[in-house]
C-alpha cells in the first residue's frame, strides 16, 4: 500500500542548514506537503509543493522534489533553537481512493546552541 | 492561522467513563478528521467525515465514536474509556474540491487524554 517514510531524528547546530528527508510511494499523489509540529501542540502547514514542480522556496525553506525517485526534501537554511520540533512529510490521495492525506511518522529535529 | 479548535487540551480520567472530545472550525471546511498520535510519534487516522451525516471510520480501528450534525462540530466519544486509549487526539480539517487548498489539512492543538 502507500507509504511515505522518514528518517527519525536529525540534529544539527544553531545557524547550521537542516536538510530533512522523505520518500514516498504513491506516483499519483499531486501535492506533497511538510508540516512542523512543536511539543504540545497540533500540526502547522508549512509548505507544499505541486508534484509538477522540482523546487519550491519559501524564505529559509527549500523543498526539493525528485518525482522520478519519489524523493521529498525541506531544507531549513540559518535554523534556529525556534526550528526544534518534529517534521511531517505527507502525500496527497491522488488517485488511489484514500481518503485523507498520508503521512510519514515524523523526523525530530533537535537545534544545538 | 487555522481556526480550528478543541476542547479540552488535557484530560485524565478514571477507567469506564464516557468522554467527548469536543473539535470545531470555523472556515466553513465540509471534510473533518480525527487522529490518535502515539508516542513514537506517528498519526493514525481513526475517523473521517465528508460533510454533514457523513462518517468514516479511519485506518486504524477504533473503538471511539463520532457525529456530524453540523459542518463545524465534529466530536469524538468514547463510551467507556481504558488505559489503552491514552493517547493524543488530533483533530483536522480541509476544504471540498481539486486543488491543493481542499487537500490541505489545518489542524487543531490536539487533546491529551491520560485514562488512569
Known amino acids: 500500500g502507500e507509504d511515505v517514510e522518514q528518517s527519525l531524528f536529525l540534529s544539527v547546530r544553531e545557524g547550521d542548514s537542516s536538510v530533512i528527508n522523505c520518500t514516498y510511494t504513491d506516483s499519483s499523489s499531486t501535492y506533497l506537503y511538510w508540516y512542523k509540529q512543536e511539543p504540545g501542540a497540533g500540526l502547522q502547514l508549512l509548505t507544499y509543493i505541486f508534484s509538477n514542480m522540482d523546487m519550491k522556496q519559501d524564505q529559509r525553506l527549500t523543498v526539493l522534489l525528485n518525482k522520478k525517485d519519489k524523493h521529498l526534501s525541506l531544507r531549513i537554511a540559518d535554523t534556529q533553537t525556534g526550528d526544534s520540533a518534529i517534521y511531517f512529510c505527507a502525500e496527497s490521495p491522488g488517485d488511489t481512493g484514500r481518503r485523507a492525506l498520508t503521512f510519514g511518522s515524523g523526523t525530530r529535529l533537535q537545534v544545538q546552541p | 492561522e487555522a481556526d480550528i479548535y478543541q476542547t479540552p487540551r488535557y484530560l485524565v480520567i478514571g477507567t469506564g467513563k464516557k468522554i467527548t472530545l469536543e473539535c470545531s472550525q470555523t472556515?466553513?471546511?465540509?471534510?473533518m478528521y480525527w487522529y490518535q498520535q502515539d508516542p513514537g510519534m506517528e498519526l493514525h487516522l481513526i475517523h473521517y467525515?465528508?460533510?454533514?451525516?457523513?462518517?468514516e471510520k479511519g485506518d486504524l480501528s477504533s473503538e471511539s465514536t463520532v457525529s456530524r450534525i453540523r459542518t463545524e462540530h465534529f466530536p469524538l466519544t468514547l463510551e467507556s474509556a481504558r488505559p489503552s486509549h491514552t493517547s493524543q487526539y488530533l483533530c483536522?480539517?480541509?476544504?471540498?474540491?481539486?486543488?491543493?487548498?481542499?487537500?490541505?489539512?489545518?489542524f487543531g492543538p490536539g487533546t491529551r487524554l491520560t485514562v488512569l
Open positions: 472556515m466553513g471546511h465540509d471534510k
Open positions: 467525515s465528508y460533510g454533514v451525516n457523513s462518517t
Open positions: 483536522a480539517s480541509s476544504e471540498y474540491g481539486e486543488t491543493a487548498s481542499t487537500d490541505t489539512q489545518y
